[in-house]
């Protein structure tokens, strides 16, 4: 499902990208970002944010004994990458970035790959693009338990795609798995500003769907939260000194385990 490249249409990962700070981004990701900005004020706050719960469940998952990490919808470099949380806790770990946007995996491969870490093409709409990937089965091994970040990828995946997809990729996983995710949620939102992000982001590469607490629950079926639950990003285990330690309400993040069928 990766996209054509196409420099004159907005792509998610470049505004996001754009909204961190970054310098992988063309002229109409700035200009989009800009717009998103004008929508949500505190879109930048929320981009930083997002990065923030991306790295502390990277470390979060590391410490509960994970050697093996799957980042899907993992984005354009930047600085500090999971994989060098993950190491900073269990050097040894392998970790997989997959990410559709051709500006993400080719800077990831060029930036981020190393020994045990690859960056590879896939989309969270189709779980097989990446889970039947020969580099990442040579990486992963699926019969034990593997660390998953989807953060900020969910709201991405349109409605037709969001029973099958969770079901796919939790049926790949070894009971013992965590799944850690973020999403857009319509409880901190006004109707404004999620018809001004949608409508935005319809507009881009990468139409976006904030959803309600319930349903972003539903993509957690199976797992069992880990404490403290759904809750704002800022809210998920912050530690004094964390990168990115910005608020925002706008997006809900979570953790859960893999129970045994």
């Given amino acids: 499902m990766t996209k054509t490249f196409d420099a004159s249409m907005p792509s998610a990962s470049r505004i996001y990208d754009y909204l961190l700070g970054g310098t992988d981004n063309y002229e109409c990701d700035r200009q989009a970002g800009e717009a998103f900005v004008t929508a949500l004020p505190n879109a930048r706050n929320s981009a930083r944010a997002t ?10 998952l590391a410490e509960q004994g994970f050697d093996q990490i799957l980042d899907v919808g993992a984005g354009i470099p930047t600085t500090p990458n999971v994989h060098q949380i993950v190491h900073e806790v269990r050097p040894g770990a392998r970790v997989v970035y997959v990410d559709n946007d051709p500006v993400a995996i080719a800077k990831g491969q060029a930036l981020r790959d190393e020994d045990g870490v690859i960056t590879v093409e896939g989309d969270l709409r189709a779980p097989a693009s990446f889970l039947n990937n020969p580099g990442v089965r040579d990486m992963i091994d699926f019969s034990r338990p593997v660390g998953v970040l989807t953060v900020a990828v969910w709201h991405f995946v349109g409605d037709e795609h969001l029973a099958p997809a969770p079901a796919e ?19 901190n939102l006004t109707p404004a500003q999620i018809r001004a992000g949608e409508a935005l982001y319809k507009r ?30 800022h809210e998920w285990r912050p530690r004094d000194g964390d990168p990115y330690p910005e608020e925002s309400p706008e997006a809900f993040a979570g953790v859960g385990i893999l129970r045994s069928p």
């Fill in 51 to 60: 990065r923030g719960f991306a790295l502390r469940a990277a470390r979060y």
């Fill in 169 to 187: 990729l939790r049926a790949a996983l070894a009971p013992g798995s965590y799944l850690a995710l973020s999403h857009a949620c319509t409880e």
């Fill in 204 to 233: 881009t590469t990468n139409p976006v769907k904030a959803r309600s607490r319930e349903q972003i629950e539903a993509l957690l079926d199976g797992f069992a939260l880990v404490e403290p639950g759904l809750v704002p990003l």
